[in-house]
């Protein structure tokens, strides 16, 4: 069935230093790849997306990469700020829209150092 | 932009009791909704997907009689815990699907079961 692996699990940056999270897909018909942040207790909120016609897409600090081929992709954040330290998390959906299900990758939980 | 209103935000019941979880679209029609569950420190366990006027399709492992999924229009959609153990305690959060927006998540549903 579809699985979507993340890591690491848990990340560690000092202010200032750059994060990035890796995840892979198993289905290759998978087509739309978001990213969340979830702070304790709250809905999880996505902060960029991908989709498989495009390799990259940035937006100010965040940025997401897409290797089709390979089936993984990746978050990378910039310029870390203590505000980022949250729990994030990758998602993938096969679907031509939002009718389709997302599954979930386990979840990166961040820490940035002041 | 597309709000997901989730309710109750906790709740507190007996075990053996039954608790009922209600997700409404506010300002657009829900055409599918998913609901997921998240244990603590882990992620989003996809539960179902359930589209308006159908039966839920229920994931692999997750007990159709017990979580009940009722989509009966386009801006509402409940799911009810049957006969809650400790066990079923968990955060419960919903995300709705429609155009022309995309997943949008409800604030999630805390239950504790004592």
């Known amino acids: 069935g579809e699985n979507v692996e993340q890591h690491p699990s848990t990340l560690s940056v000092q202010e200032g230093d750059s994060a990035v999270i890796k995840c892979t897909y198993s289905?290759?018909?998978?087509?739309?790849f978001p990213w969340y942040k979830q702070e304790l207790g709250k809905r999880p909120q996505l902060i960029i997306d991908i989709r498989s016609n495009v390799g990259e897409k940035k937006d100010q600090r965040i940025a997401v990469t897409l290797n089709k081929t390979a089936k993984h992709f990746s978050l990378h954040i910039t310029e870390t700020q203590p505000e980022d330290s949250a729990v994030y998390f990758c998602?993938?959906?096969?679907?031509?829209?939002?009718?389709?299900?997302?599954?979930f990758g386990s979840g990166t939980r961040l820490l940035v150092r002041p | 932009g597309a709000v997901v209103s989730q309710h109750p935000s906790r709740v507190i019941c007996k075990s053996g009791t039954s608790v009922k979880i209600e997700c409404r679209s506010l300002d657009f029609q829900a055409t599918t909704m998913f609901w997921y569950r998240q244990f603590p420190k882990q992620s989003l366990m996809l539960m179902a997907t359930?589209?308006?006027?159908?039966?839920?399709?229920?994931e692999q492992g997750v007990e159709k009689d017990k979580f009940l999924i009722n989509h009966a229009s386009l801006t509402l959609s409940t799911l009810t815990v049957t006969s809650a153990h400790p066990e079923d305690s968990s955060f419960y959060i919903c995300?709705?699907?429609?155009?022309?927006?995309?997943?949008?998540f409800g604030s999630g549903t805390r239950l504790t079961v004592v």
């Open positions: 289905d290759s018909a998978s087509n739309y």
């Open positions: 995300s709705a699907a429609g155009q022309p927006y995309g997943y949008t």
């Open positions: 359930s589209n308006e006027g159908s039966k839920a399709t229920y």
């Open positions: 998602a993938a959906s096969k679907g031509k829209d939002s009718s389709y299900k997302l599954i």
